[in-house]
């Protein structure tokens, strides 16, 4: 990798990024709907890849319903969008056609879903804005060996099913599997031959038990490579990038090469604490703003709006089914919700709190 010329590219990256998505970055989170992934072969790098022998009732490692709307609630509050719901594989249409319903009602805002392959013959897609395959590498020999359950292909059909349908798709790809500096151009191939809307890249956070207990991160400067080229191929596409709490100071450098959307964060430890405002603090030495809160307590408790977001009241269509079951569990989910602030408030940061 050429460092200089990483730097230089980042430069117009990030001129570019304001002029096609204006000068204020977002925060996101991914909802996730359980702990459990029905894939035979579940991907090398996954948590959910070292849980599966461990969980003897799949149906028990769901989150229940009450707790996946309170942090939709909260969400709003604090001004950060959901980067999508997500789960492994395994949820029935009809389970997915509730959650999602009832997600994008308390929040009125239509949803991304990143679920595996969708049955779109069945899909209710009346709430749901994209669809993201979770290509997680475009090096096929190493997707092959670390991902044999979800081959790249069948993704790649569901996106462009998804873009039949109307919606708008996306990817994510994760950093530090095993790929080189040369895949970067099979990635900008596929971006535009799926034309895709947004990406979102992680840097791998190995986790314990898998292949990758203890190997090190990409450095900043990779990372900042993949990002700039991205945008300075595709000025108009969404660019979400993920760090981790022992990396939130490449969260400036990241916007500088061409990030719009910060993410994949534990929240509910961070907020309000001294983490938290370090990730305000990278974006704004950005010179950036920020939509959306990390650090404002009467936001997170719902006394007050968040002072920039994302949000727009859109139309949402929910069954009296689920409208019913909304009502009926109103003050479980506010429970829920009490529950998650205190965690903000009180809990010290633990790395594994989340
Ligand atoms: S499909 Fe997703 S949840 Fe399932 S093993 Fe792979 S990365 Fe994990």
Same mark, same amino acid.
């Given at each position: 990798m050429d460092s200089v010329a990483t730097l230089e590219n980042s430069i117009k990256a990030f001129k570019l990024t304001e002029k096609y998505h204006g000068d204020a970055v977002s925060l996101e989170r991914a909802l996730f709907l359980g702990w459990? $992934?029905?894939?035979?072969?579940? $991907? =090398? %790098?996954? %948590?959910m890849s070292t849980q599966k022998q461990k969980i =003897? !009732?799949?149906?028990?490692a769901r989150r229940r319903i009450e707790s996946i709307l309170a942090e939709s609630i909260i969400m709003k509050r604090i001004g950060w969008k959901l980067e999508f719901i997500s789960g492994g594989y395994g949820y029935t249409t009809e389970e997915l056609n509730d959650t999602i319903e009832m997600v994008s009602y308390v929040q009125g805002s239509k949803q991304y879903l990143n679920v595996g392959i969708i049955d779109f013959e069945n *899909?209710?897609? !009346?709430? *749901? !804005?994209g669809v993201v395959g979770a290509v997680e590498t475009v090096n096929e020999k190493l997707h092959k060996e *670390?991902?044999?359950? =979800?081959?790249i292909d069948k993704t790649k059909e569901m996106l462009i099913h998804a873009k039949d349908n109307g919606l708008k798709t996306g990817i994510t790809i994760i950093l530090g599997l095993g790929e080189s500096e040369k895949d970067i151009e099979t990635l900008l191939n596929m971006i535009e031959e799926l034309e895709l809307d947004r990406i979102t890249f992680y840097s791998l956070n190995p986790q314990k038990e898998? *292949? %990758?207990?203890g190997s090190a991160s990409i450095t900043t400067l990779e990372y900042m490579n993949w990002i700039s080229s991205v945008r300075l191929n595709f000025p108009k596409v969404k660019i979400a990038t993920g760090t981790w709490v022992d990396k939130l100071t490449n969260i400036g450098p990241l916007i500088m090469a061409g990030s719009n959307v910060i993410t994949k964060f534990p929240l509910f430890s961070l907020y309000g604490k001294k983490e938290g405002k370090t990730v305000e603090n990278e974006i704004y030495s950005t010179g950036r703003n920020l939509y959306g809160? %990390?650090?404002d307590i009467d936001a997170l408790k719902g006394l007050k709006l968040a002072k920039n977001t994302k949000y727009v009241d859109e139309k949402i269509s929910i069954s009296s089914k689920n409208l019913d079951a909304v009502e009926r569990m109103k003050k479980d989910v506010d429970k829920k919700i009490e529950g998650y602030i205190k965690k903000a408030l009180k809990t010290p940061f633990s790395d594994f709190g989340e």
């Amino acid at each position: 990798m050429d460092s200089v010329a990483t730097l230089e590219n980042s430069i117009k990256a990030f001129k570019l990024t304001e002029k096609y998505h204006g000068d204020a970055v977002s925060l996101e989170r991914a909802l996730f709907l359980g702990w459990y $992934c029905s894939l035979n072969d579940p $991907c =090398k %790098f996954c %948590f959910m890849s070292t849980q599966k022998q461990k969980i =003897k !009732e799949p149906l028990r490692a769901r989150r229940r319903i009450e707790s996946i709307l309170a942090e939709s609630i909260i969400m709003k509050r604090i001004g950060w969008k959901l980067e999508f719901i997500s789960g492994g594989y395994g949820y029935t249409t009809e389970e997915l056609n509730d959650t999602i319903e009832m997600v994008s009602y308390v929040q009125g805002s239509k949803q991304y879903l990143n679920v595996g392959i969708i049955d779109f013959e069945n *899909i209710n897609l !009346e709430n *749901i !804005e994209g669809v993201v395959g979770a290509v997680e590498t475009v090096n096929e020999k190493l997707h092959k060996e *670390i991902c044999p359950g =979800k081959p790249i292909d069948k993704t790649k059909e569901m996106l462009i099913h998804a873009k039949d349908n109307g919606l708008k798709t996306g990817i994510t790809i994760i950093l530090g599997l095993g790929e080189s500096e040369k895949d970067i151009e099979t990635l900008l191939n596929m971006i535009e031959e799926l034309e895709l809307d947004r990406i979102t890249f992680y840097s791998l956070n190995p986790q314990k038990e898998t *292949i %990758f207990e203890g190997s090190a991160s990409i450095t900043t400067l990779e990372y900042m490579n993949w990002i700039s080229s991205v945008r300075l191929n595709f000025p108009k596409v969404k660019i979400a990038t993920g760090t981790w709490v022992d990396k939130l100071t490449n969260i400036g450098p990241l916007i500088m090469a061409g990030s719009n959307v910060i993410t994949k964060f534990p929240l509910f430890s961070l907020y309000g604490k001294k983490e938290g405002k370090t990730v305000e603090n990278e974006i704004y030495s950005t010179g950036r703003n920020l939509y959306g809160s %990390f650090s404002d307590i009467d936001a997170l408790k719902g006394l007050k709006l968040a002072k920039n977001t994302k949000y727009v009241d859109e139309k949402i269509s929910i069954s009296s089914k689920n409208l019913d079951a909304v009502e009926r569990m109103k003050k479980d989910v506010d429970k829920k919700i009490e529950g998650y602030i205190k965690k903000a408030l009180k809990t010290p940061f633990s790395d594994f709190g989340e």
